[in-house]
């Protein structure tokens, strides 16, 4: 959106400076994308010729007497069309030429003095083909006057939501809310008409409003200077008086207008869904074929426009139009949307309409720019026609609301002003607040103390929420006075543990990788997370329109990468929020995934290929990190579909899932074109806080350790997690349980395995005798023959 610094001051009211006023733009969410400086251009100015003789040294040079309203200067001239009493552009001393480095210099031409150049439209740079001769201005230029509009000019980007800011008004609006200015007072005209329309207006697609005034006897002409000035500064070509003031309306007030040649027009103005295969041919001279879903405007004959985004050559308007049918309309936002998109159309007045154009303002922009057209053009006007019901026009508002359809002018909001601080997290006093809602156009009824019933302005249709309301507040508030305040959550651990964290995952091979918080709802359900998820209401694309239930998909989209370019041994984590809609809130978690080989291929081979178990030592190891005490988890078979259901666990305490490891389910890999094995593992962050910690005891090693390897044969429902941690309760003197043999197979029943674990015994004051190892050993046998109900197998002394 660009418009000039003193388009601006003519709605805002303000002394600050340039600066200030682009700095408070920024700071409002209105970001200020570039300020042209057109300080280069003041010097040039028009002029009138006065005197033109022969240059006493060359037969193609004239020699002039020019007045730039100052002073009365000399100019050497070779364009044959310069001549006494004309005005035209005198770039001055110092000057430097329009896209050009060329400075204008006092020299001798031909041993004659000249004290400047007057120009041609291509030195300016006004035109692309080389002129013929100096540019020869109307009456309307005043001589000594700047001769381009030398104003800065303040490019913004706006939101899609910010409809009201494609307007400069609404700009105005904006930073008078600030307390930077004071908005100036709109002056909408109160008509009269002597004429009856002899066009009328309808309706039939039933989504839109029209309105329309006749305009008999008008005499249309190049735009005045200031006119042109204002449009041709912000890059809009001037085209004529008529066409120009609707062009002015939709950028001070960002409601577009247009303008029929009414001598064109047979019958009545009727807004309709096209014809299916119906052809158009807009003002750009291309022609588009159009549908069923696809909004016109036609007569009886032809089709004069597609609605809210380009008129048709059939009617349009020149300078030779005397009788002129304006027609100020609403549109369906999501129509428009659509269209344009259908037919690859993009206009200033599409832009607008897409992002919703306020409804309540149709009327008072028709009235605005039918009076500027009595003014510069003359003429009569009728009483306006209209069709369609333009205080109510309908749109959807979102999911989570009583009703599906509701009337824009029907948004009110129950607000207590409490919550700006609660949620915006700033100090600011109950008459702050009210101030900034009624600059920006807010009709507040205090009900009570704190309870304040809201009315949204009508050129406002995103705010329809109470943190709608905080987040307007806040925003002309400062979001630099946002007070710092550390995040609230049942998991403190400082940005340092994070980092440490990272380590610790880099040291055990693994890359860092930052995905996205969004995922396709399509793969969520392919991880079993349908119909508990958080839906985007407006995605940028269907590949993210829901907030990520878990990182693991992330991970292994990265992964799928990876592996079709060739790097087919990989592990990497991210450490990153998911979000769960059931607790309404997001969680910090840890995830991994490892594919292909747990080490690069050496001479020692003793790369293999990852398994289940890197995975569980990846989980423990980041336990260990928090010196959690993992014996006392609870290890359980996990119950996530996108995990190997025989492969697989999931750690928890009283009832609380802190995280689950395993090898990846075959058919999630298949979804991901990733033939090989993986496996991954994902934990709770805020879920290990006041687990049990691990107080490590000093082993004195001084005296003789002793092992003892010991078979088992137990059913194959037995969790090996649960016997190791028996065996490591059942004795102070046993320092160390390690699994080394998983054994099914010939001799052994197809219900049964076979686990050998080593156990080495230790005391710190003595050497163990032989009858303490055997009670020892005894004690063991017991326990694990009564928990599994298996038998031993065998004992072997080392």
Known sequence: MKFTLSWLLEHLDTNASLEEITDKLTHIGLEVESVTDNS????????????????????????????????????????????????????????????????????KIRGILSEGMLCSASELSLTKEESEGIMELSDDYEIGDRFFNCDPVIDINVTPNRGDCLGVYGIARDL??????????????????????PINVKITDGESFISGTYIANVKNKESLKWLKDKLESIGMRSISTIVDITNYIMISFGRPLHAYDADK????????????????????????????????????????????????????????????????AWFDPISIAKSSRQLNISTESSYRFTRSVDHEFTLNGLAIATQMILDLCGGEASSVVSAGNVSKPVFVIP?????????????????DYQDVSKFGSVSISPDEIFNILDKLGFKIDKRAENNWNVQVPSWRPDVTTPIDLVEEITRIHGYDKIKEEPLIGSFKAETNAYDDLRALMISRGFHEVITWSFMSESVAEKFG??????????????????????????????????????????????????????????KYVLSGVRTGNNLPRNHYNTDR?????????????????????????????????????????????????????????PNILDSFDIKQKTIGFEIILENIENLPINKKKFTDYRYQSVKRDFAFIVSKDVKVGSVINDIKMSSELITEVLVFDIYQGSNIEPHQMSIALSVTFCSPTHTLTEEEIQKESSIIVDLVCKNTEGTLRSVNNA
């Open 176 to 197: 008078a809310a600030t307390g930077i200015g004071t908005l100036n007072t709109l002056y909408i005209p109160q008509l009269t008409s002597s004429i009856t329309s």
């Open 40 to 107: 280069s251009l003041t010097g040039f100015v028009v002029a009138e010729v006065l005197e033109v003789a022969p240059h006493p040294n060359a037969d193609k040079l004239q020699l002039c007497k020019v007045n730039d309203g100052n002073k009365i200067l000399q100019i050497v001239c070779g364009a044959n069309n310069v001549r006494e009493g004309m005005k035209t552009i005198l770039a001055s001393l110092g000057s430097t030429l329009p896209n050009s480095d060329f400075t204008i210099k006092s020299t």
């Open 529 to 586: 997370y349908s119909g508990k998820l958080f839906i985007i209401d407006n995605p940028f694309n269907n590949n993210f329109n829901i907030m990520r239930p878990s990182i693991i998909p992330n991970l292994l989209q990265v992964a799928a990468d990876n592996i079709s370019h060739g790097a087919s041994d990989l592990a990497i984590f991210e450490i990153g929020p998911i979000y769960d809609s059931c607790s309404n809130q997001s």
């Open 265 to 328: 027009i047979e019958g009545e103005l009727v807004v309709r869904k096209a014809n299916d295969g119906e052809k158009f041919t807009a003002l750009s001279s291309k022609e588009y074929l159009l549908n069923e879903s696809i909004s016109v405007i036609s007569d009886n004959k032809n089709t004069h426009g597609i609605a809210g985004i380009i008129g048709g050559q059939f009617s349009e308007c020149t300078i030779d139009t005397t009788n002129v049918f304006l027609e100020s």
């Open 399 to 415: 999911k989570d609301t009583d009703s599906s359809v509701k009337h824009w002018n029907d948004i009110k909001i129950d607000f």
């Open 609 to 665: 290929e990852a398994d289940i178990f890197d995975a569980k030592a990846d989980f423990i190891a980041a336990l260990e990190y928090f010196n959690i005490k993992y014996d006392s988890l609870v290890l359980g078979r996990a119950e996530k579909e996108y995990y190997h259901p025989g492969k697989s666990g999931i750690f928890s305490f009283k009832d609380k899932t802190i995280g689950c490891f395993g090898e990846l389910h």
